[in-house]
């Protein structure tokens, strides 16, 4: 399958009890923070297709992400997804995972990129970061793990001096990576006030160090919101929006637009430095799905109700 020009953000709820199904409408009603957990108790995935445009090799490129962002239970010892949880030793809590699944192609070789990112459902906090990338030169895995006071750090690359293991303090209300997208959707209520400014803690994500072979290192994130929601178009359609503003303090300047109704999909997003174009997506549509579905056959079909093209 060659790579089309899109992204997926999927929000699978497995850890919960099951209730009748409702598929996502759009315009539909908030869901208050504290109905967050039965608004998605129905074993369905949330998938979003987006076109993903970045600068990668000296030149801007084309393809699509897919992300996933779940709940299921979780070993709060191992930090590892419990299959069998009458079976595991210690606490199990449920997780909220988001996977973004980059895909694109540079000359005749695809780039593939997967993140994960893992969070107490119940307040969000962060649990582990890993990261994977695959291209013409070989493979690399990341992998942050998270306790109460640092983080651990285990880096393989397969270019010199870029394998490492190292800790990094924790941040108070710090951001680690696409962390931020499950913070700005406001999932546990509004991170930030109309108008209002926030600097906060962030560790860039991996994709972002990757492609600038740069150190995992907390930088500021200063984020503004803008005072009123406005119309933003996608190719998916036009929605009422929330904008955040962003820079950062290595440099980079960032535009999130979450959409204001419940659920909060991220609509689009953009990243730049200077004139470089680094990291940019637009919504193409949005389906609810068992996770079952999802491995079918009949996935042409599916990628076409999430406006990705082949």
């Known amino acids: ?92 809590i449920t997780a909220l995972r988001l996977e973004l699944l980059r895909s694109f192609r540079t000359g005749v070789t695809d780039v593939r990129a997967t993140s994960s990112t893992y969070l107490r459902a119940d307040d969000l906090s962060p649990l582990k970061f890993t990261f994977s990338s695959s291209d013409w030169n070989g493979q690399t895995y990341e992998e942050i793990d998270v306790n109460l006071k640092a983080l651990a750090l285990d880096v393989r690359s397969y270019l010199q001096d870029e394998s490492v293991r190292k800790t990094i303090a924790r941040k108070p209300d710090g951001l680690v990576g696409d962390q931020l997208f499950v913070w700005m959707r406001g999932l546990r209520g509004a991170p930030i006030e109309p108008g209002a ?25 200063v984020i503004t919101r803008d005072a009123e929601s406005a119309p933003h178009e996608v190719p998916a359609g036009t929605f009422p929006a929330i904008a955040y503003r962003i820079k950062t303090s290595d440099g980079r300047v960032g535009e999130v637009w979450i959409e204001e109704p419940s659920p909060h999909r991220v609509l689009a997003w953009k990243w730049t430095r200077l004139e470089e174009l680094l990291d940019s997506a637009e919504l193409t549509g949005t389906q609810r799905w068992k996770v079952r579905e999802m491995l079918d056959d009949g996935q042409a079909v599916q990628r076409v109700a999430l406006g990705l093209g082949d």
């Open 1 to 92: 399958m060659v790579p089309g020009t899109a992204v997926v953000l999927a929000l699978v709820p497995l850890f919960f009890p099951p209730r009748p199904s409702t598929p996502i409408q759009e315009g539909s009603q908030p869901v208050a923070p504290e109905d967050l957990d039965a608004a998605w108790a129905d074993g369905l995935a949330e998938v979003c297709g987006y076109r993903w445009k970045g600068a990668r090799d000296g030149a801007v490129r084309t393809g699509e992400i897919v992300a996933i962002l779940a709940t299921e239970p979780f070993s709060a010892v191992q930090h590892v997804r419990v299959d069998r949880p009458t079976e595991d030793v210690g606490e199990v």
């Open 197 to 221: 400014s926030k600097s906060v803690p962030l560790l860039t994500d991996a994709f972002e160090r990757r492609a600038r072979h740069s150190e995992a290192l907390w930088g500021i994130a």
